[in-house]
């Protein structure tokens, strides 16, 4: 079992942050912010998928002004991106955002960041220090010789202590790189210096091919480690495709247990039915099903770990030369030809989904 951190909670439009609660899944949109209608539907979009915070950049003041027809549309809480512009906060803060991301050394001073820790405490917004290696200020990178985890680190304790001087708590921090020794190395130090709760990811990680596998690397480490109460994954693209790479990085780790698990044999020698096949035809067709409760599910190749993978399932298929066996809770429900296969182990799927209650 893996111990987690405990950080303090803070609550982003009711949903809570840090202690004991769920991992948060986080996105952002990559619309226009100031195209209302295309913003509401992709946050619609990554709500349905699973996205629990959606972030949204706010550029400008078209931006601000559109989060009066953004936010009352939107099923999940929002958080206000904020570059350079502290009086884009305040305007974002007045349209009722639930939430704020700041990086507080390029919002033009301190007074221009009491102000907006002012404005977000009244109304109880939440702010997230966002330090990226690619925004530390001059001083720092001159005094550590360049972006380092110790620059990182002193970049976000300065900024907390200038929240924390106008009393404000409800802070989250994210220290973010792309280059993931440096990334976690930061998240570990900061851990020694304070309880705030963390936002983890790798950021600009890439396309998502690249993007998935450094993001499971640098998220999957310190989730691993108990750090990390929200995380996105950053990945060039649709964003949709963020959260169901989030998804899976967190279900490997039993941090998640919603939907479906595989367990899908690599196939070797021995395998004699076309498993790669069967695999990407069943995925596909359970995908469509949109099955939100605890589901695992075997496809093996063989009856060397075949039969034994199957049975720790709901439901298995373990192959053999040109046919199969299925299993539904550890028993055996039937054998067939390999043409018949993946029709007879999706009737068992949706048999299950439609008729037993907890699928």
Not at 48 to 72: F, H, N, S, W
Not at 237 to 257: H, T
Not at 272 to 295: C, F, G, Q, T, Y
Request: aromatic residues 4%; proline residues 5%; hydrophobic residues 45%.
């Amino acid at each position: 079992m893996i111990k987690r951190r405990i950080t303090r909670q803070i609550s982003v439009g009711g949903v809570v942050v840090g202690g004991d609660a769920p991992i948060v899944i986080q996105s952002m949109t990559n619309t226009d912010t100031a195209d209302a209608a295309a913003t509401v539907a992709q946050i619609k979009e990554l709500a349905a998928a699973g996205c629990g915070l959606v972030r949204l950049t706010v550029p400008d003041m078209a931006a601000a002004e559109a989060l009066a027809e953004i936010i009352p549309e939107s099923p999940v809480p929002l958080i206000a991106d904020i570059h350079f512009d502290y009086r884009l906060a305040l305007a974002a803060l007045e349209k009722g955002i639930h939430g704020l991301r700041i990086n507080p050394g390029n919002i033009g001073g301190a007074e221009n960041v009491r102000a907006v820790a002012r404005a977000a405490k009244e109304r109880g917004v939440p702010i997230r220090i966002g330090v990226n290696s690619g925004s530390l200020s001059k001083e720092i990178l001159a005094k550590h010789g360049g972006v380092t985890a110790e620059a990182l680190v002193e970049s976000a304790l300065a900024e907390i202590a200038l929240l924390e001087a106008e009393e404000f708590y409800d802070i989250k921090i994210s220290l973010k790189a792309s280059n993931v020794p440096l990334m976690l190395a930061a998240y570990r130090e900061l851990a020694r210096h304070t309880d705030y709760p963390f936002h983890i990811g790798v950021t600009e990680a890439g396309t998502p091919w690249r993007g998935s596998i450094k993001s499971a690397v640098g998220i999957g480490a310190l989730l691993a480690e108990g750090l990390g109460d929200t995380l996105r994954v950053s990945l060039t693209g649709d964003p949709v495709q963020e959260v169901a790479v989030a998804k899976e990085i967190l279900r490997s780790l039993g941090y998640y247990d919603c939907g479906v698990e595989y367990i899908i044999c690599p196939t070797c020698g021995r395998t004699k039915i076309d498993l790669p096949a069967m695999a990407a035809e069943i995925e596909s067709r359970v995908e469509a099903l949109n099955i939100e409760k605890p589901l695992k599910l075997a496809i093996m190749g063989c009856v060397v770990n075949g039969p034994g993978e199957a049975r720790e399932a709901d439901f298995g298929l373990a192959g053999g030369h040109g046919e199969g066996v299925l299993f539904a809770k550890g028993e055996i429900v039937g054998k067939y030809p390999a043409d018949r296969l993946v029709d007879e182990f999706m009737r068992l799927v949706q048999n299950a989904v439609c008729q037993v209650p907890g699928l």
